[in-house]
Structures are given as C-alpha cells and as structure tokens.
C-alpha cells in the first residue's frame, strides 16, 4: 500500500527519494509527495497520480536537500488528491510521512482544533505532525515529541518525521507498519520497504514493534519509548536490482508469470532429493513438531486464501488431517476453538498484511503447537515472528495481481501436505510417486506457458464483455476462485468463481448467452460430473471456454473455446491448471487498456486493516 522513503546525506536527496517512490510504485497507490529541509527551511512537492507526475514538478521548482521524506499515498482517510496527499505539516515547522491508520484521530483533531491548530487536509496522518509540532513548542527534541505523540496514538502506523529545529536528522517510529533502517557510507536511509533503497544500500535494520529510530548521515539509532538504546541485527538483503527489471517483457505482470517455472524450481530447490523431502525444511526441529500435528489451521488473505484452500484438500486426502482455512480479517474477530495439537499456519505473500499477521499475534493466546509462515520475503515481519519457515523462494513481484506468489505457494504448501501425508499415513510407493510429481512441477509449468498465443486469440472474445463465471469441481474449486479474481483484478470485468456443482443453486440465472463460463477441467474422478454442469450451461445459451486435460474426452461441438492442458498429475493439477487462466486475465487486460500492473483502488501489500 503507501510507501514511506527518507534519506539523510551530504548530498541532494531528492533523486533518491523519488527514485525510491519508484520502486514502491508496484504497491499500489493514488498520490505522492515529498518534503526536503532547504538551507533549514522546509519545503513540499505534492502531487495526485503517479510519480512521474511528481517527478516533472520537482524539475520545474529547483528544490534540493540534504534531508528529506516522501511518500505514496493509497487513501484511507480523505479523497485522492493533492490536498491530502502526505507529506503533511504544522506550521512549517514539521512534516511528516505515516503508513498506516489512527484510529482515534477524531477525538485528537477536537483536541488540536480547541488548542488552535487548523487542519488542511481530511486524512487521519495530519495529528501526527500537529501532536509533534505541540510537543516541540514545549521544549521536546524532535525524538522525544515524537515518542509523545505516537503515545497519544490509537491504531497501527509506520512513520518519519523530519523538523527545522533539528536539520539533518529524521525520526522514525513503528507499529502495526513496516518500517527499515538502511545503512549506507556518510548517508542513511528509512522506508516502509527495502525494495525502495536497493538502488542505494543492501544493509538494513529492520525495527520491531514499538521501535523509533532516528537517523543523520551519520548513523543510525534505534531506541525505545523510554529512549533507552536497542539493539538491531544489521542484515543483508537478497534482493536483486536485476530482477526488479521488466526486462523485455510489456508488463511486470507478464514477465512475473513467464518467471514462475524457475521461481517453483528455487522453491523447491534443496529440499527434494532421492524421492523425499529432506528433514527440517520447515525449520530446526520442525520434524518432531509435525509428527505431533492432529489438525492444521490456516488463515490468509486475498490469493494466499485460495492456496490455503488448495492445501486444505491436500492435507485433508494425503494425511488425513482435519484442517481449516479462515480469511484472516474473520478470524481476528471470532472466538477460535482450537483442537489440541493444532497448527497454526499463516499465508502471506509480503509478510506485512496487516490482517494476517494480527491474526498470527492473536493465535499465540489459542495454544496452538506451533506457528509456521509460508512467505516470499525472508525480513518481513511475519517471518520475523513465526516459530517455523517455509521462504516461497519467488523472488521481487512488483505486479499488484499475485502469479508467481500464488503458484510456488502452492509447491510450498505441497512439501507439507506431502511430509503429513509421510509421518500419518501415505504409503512408502505412493508417497515416492507423488514427490516425483511435484519435481517436475516447473517443467509442466513452461508447457503451459506454451499456451500463450492460443489463449490471447482467446482473450479478444472477452473484450466487451462485463461478467465472468468460472466453475470447478474438488481442489480445482479454488482454482476457479482464484481465475476469478485474477480476471477482475486487472480486467474490471466482474467475475466470480463457484464449486461446479452449486452451478443450479442459484448462479445458473446469471447465464445466458453473452456469459462467458470458464471452467477447469482435469482428467479426475469429478470430471463425468463436471460434463453435466457444461450440460447446464450449454442449455441455457452460456458461453463455454473449456480449459481440459489433453487425454480428456470432450466433444468441442457447442463449446467454445477448448485449451488442451496437461496431461499432469492431479496434486499438480491445481497450479498446472492456474496458468492458463492467468495468461487469460492478462490478455484480457491488454486488450481492454487498463493498467495491468498497478490495477485501480488495489494495493499489493495491505498493511492496514
């Protein structure tokens, strides 16, 4: 979602401030600013939309600085514009930046209003800087009206606060948000996250719950409420400037999906050998822990949701575990019975959603055998706060609409099902089989990635239109789900994905015929049923585009379009199966014109509630 970025340095940091909100671009968000202490003064560059838009401002105005923040802001509190765009100030005397949401900014925008502060924008961020300004006309360093005010806070933020009565420094402080020190030579650096400041360090310091950190270009400090000094691990980040390149590829979110047969060979690579997952994949010690697993619990958002689903089949069949699967944002709200020996497993691309790691600290109070996290980022804070991990290996994904994540969480969360089907019951045959199968998961992957022409020939068909059904049956239910969202995403059109045979409770009214139905059809036990729900669709005048198995019979005479898939292995079939319908939302994008990438109202990493 936003994007925080400062830097201090003897140097102009406005380039590195707006090549960081570059960077952050891919996060989603409706408009940016920045502010520099120049010559002692400070000064503020505001824009609504993109940050080019920013950029070419900054070039007209001459403005430099030693000293600066800026930020993307994806709205919350107020419209998208540039009045409410951050960085927001007090009396020229203060500027800050804020991830985040105050709850309780009514009650101390009253308070501020009766002690004579005007407010200039319609956002929950602007009492930050009137609490910090107050608290500096009383005497307080920059540090300590900073940790005044945040007392005063109610809700989650990440924030950096830069003033005139001390140039050169910048003070951060977090909670609920992520925020990063980075540690250059003679320069330092703050951000909601490292992918902005790669271009500049590979150090960080990444703060904890209830950190404040504060910054010149000549260290970096980090500290508590009482200003008592803490100690951060410095740590290298492998994040690479060249996989954050589009390459040769139109958009982040092609080449993303183009990458996902070597982002689930990376998965899987080192703990696959001779027929077998090899021990403790999930973490030290983590072998005895699942041996004494009787259910598994998942919660996650948005695509993560959907492969928790996937795996909930998985662990289901093969081990013959109970597991539930939960939308974090429910389960943070409801009273959870939790079944001794329950695992807490915890799905998040970023590592920083905000709904899924406050379910993760409110699982610990349950009694749950252990926490494990399935993430793409090793320095995010769900990682930092899980008992066992389990890296997707992914690599950068800067496309909002989730591909690679989705597909090598799904190999992921096959190395588990799979090492729960070994210790409960998989027999030693099938168990070799299956991990086999799995092995060769990102060569299946490059052939469905064979599809692509075929399926932008396909894709023309969807241009004008403004529903979307996609249907299937067992573990390709939330694949459908999944083919939906990925359709509305970056398409627009409305899309909803349901079990095929739910098709006659209710949504068959939907279709007649100018409503395309997708439907995902693997050579499986389901598949004669699923043949009579095409049945349903086909007698109503619906629209049939078939994605089937290649040694699946089916007479193409009344669908129309047929996509050979496959044939592959039904505990592969999930993410073998997810491809072509991603390579369809995408060319049904372009063709539509909308912005692929960094699709309208949506954010890739949602660090508020």
């Known amino acids: 979602m936003c994007g925080i970025v400062g830097a201090a340095a003897q140097r102009d940091v406005v380039p590195l401030l707006v090549a960081g909100l ?39 105005s001459a403005i430099a600085g030693c000293t600066g923040i800026a930020h993307t802001r994806w709205a919350t509190h107020g ?56 608290a500096l006309a009383n ?34 402080a977090r909670r609920g948000s992520p925020l990063v020190a980075g540690v250059g030579d003679g320069e330092h650096f703050l951000s909601s996250d490292v992918h902005a400041l790669i271009g500049v360090t590979n150090r960080f310091v990444h703060l904890e719950e209830g950190d404040f950190v504060e910054i010149d270009s000549g260290s970096v400090q980090v500290f508590d409420a009482d200003e008592r000094p803490l100690a951060r691990d410095l740590r290298e980040s492998g994040v690479s400037g060249e996989r954050l390149d589009r390459g040769g590829y139109r958009h982040y979110t092609q080449k993303e999906i183009f990458e996902q047969p070597r982002a689930i060979a990376e ?14 994949v999930f973490g030290v010690e983590s072998d005895a822990m699942l041996r004494g ?100 290996r992914a690599g950068p994904e800067i496309g909002v609409a989730s591909t690679k994540a989705f597909t090598t969480q799904l190999a992921a969360l096959a190395l588990l099902a799979l090492e729960l089907g070994r210790i409960n019951r998989l027999d030693v045959f099938r168990y070799h089989r299956l991990v086999a199968q799995l092995a060769g998961l990102p ?34 239910y939330p694949v459908a789900l999944e083919g939906a969202l990925k359709l509305k995403e970056i398409s627009y059109i409305h899309a ?42 086909r007698a109503r005048g619906g629209q049939l585009f078939v994605f089937a198995a290649g040694d699946s019979d089916f007479d193409p005479e009344g669908i129309d379009a047929l996509v050979r898939v496959g044939p592959v292995g039904n505990l592969i079939a999930p993410a073998a199966f997810t491809v072509p319908l991603q390579l369809l939302a995408y060319h049904v994008a372009v063709c539509r014109g ?14 508020v509630e």
Request: neutral net charge; hydrophobic residues 40%.
């Open 22 to 60: 570059k960077a952050l671009e891919y996060r989603g968000y409706d408009s940016a600013g920045l502010a520099v202490l120049d010559r002692d003064a400070l000064v503020r560059l505001r824009t609504q939309g993109k940050v080019r838009e920013l950029e070419a401002r900054h070039r007209d």
């Open 79 to 134: 419209r998208p514009n540039e009045r409410n765009a951050h960085p927001h100030m007090s009396h020229g005397k203060v500027a800050v930046v804020h991830n985040g949401i105050i709850e309780n900014h009514l009650k101390l925008r009253s308070e501020l209003e009766r002690l004579g502060y005007r407010f200039e924008s319609d956002t929950d961020t602007e009492v930050i800087a009137h609490l910090v300004h107050h």
């Open 139 to 172: 005497g307080a360093s920059l540090r300590r009206a900073v940790i005044e005010a945040t007392a005063r806070l109610r809700g989650s933020y990440a924030i950096a606060v830069v003033g005139t009565a001390t140039p050169g420094h910048i003070v951060g």
């Open 267 to 280: 998965t899987l690579e080192g703990r696959l050998a001779d027929g077998r997952i090899l021990p403790n």
């Open 293 to 392: 697993v009787r259910h598994v619990h998942i919660v996650a958002c948005g695509t993560s949701f959907h492969a928790g689903l996937v795996a909930r089949y998985w662990i289901e069949a093969l081990a013959g575990l109970p597991c539930s699967v939960e939308v974090a944002s429910e389960y943070r709200y409801r009273q959870a019975a939790v079944p001794p020996g329950t695992l807490f497993l915890a799905i998040s691309q970023s590592g920083e959603t905000a709904d899924t790691l406050a379910a993760l600290r409110d699982g610990r109070r349950h009694g749950y055998t252990a926490s494990l996290a399935l993430c793409n980022v090793p320095e995010s804070s769900l990682v930092r706060e899980s008992e066992l991990v389990l890296m997707t």
């Open 443 to 476: 060569q299946v992957i490059a052939q469905m990635l064979s599809l692509d022409a075929q399926i932008a020939q396909i894709a023309e068909r969807f241009v004008d239109k403004r529903h979307a059904v996609f249907l299937g049956r067992g573990v390709q």
């Open 496 to 537: 909803e994905g349901y079990p095929a045979g739910e098709l006659k409770h209710g949504p068959l009214a939907l279709v007649d015929h100018d409503m395309p139905v997708i439907v995902v059809a693997p050579e499986n036990q389901l598949l004669e049923k699923l043949k009579s729900n095409m049945e349903e669709v």
């Open 594 to 607: 909308t912005d692929v990438d960094q699709p309208r109202n949506l954010a890739k990493s949602v660090t």
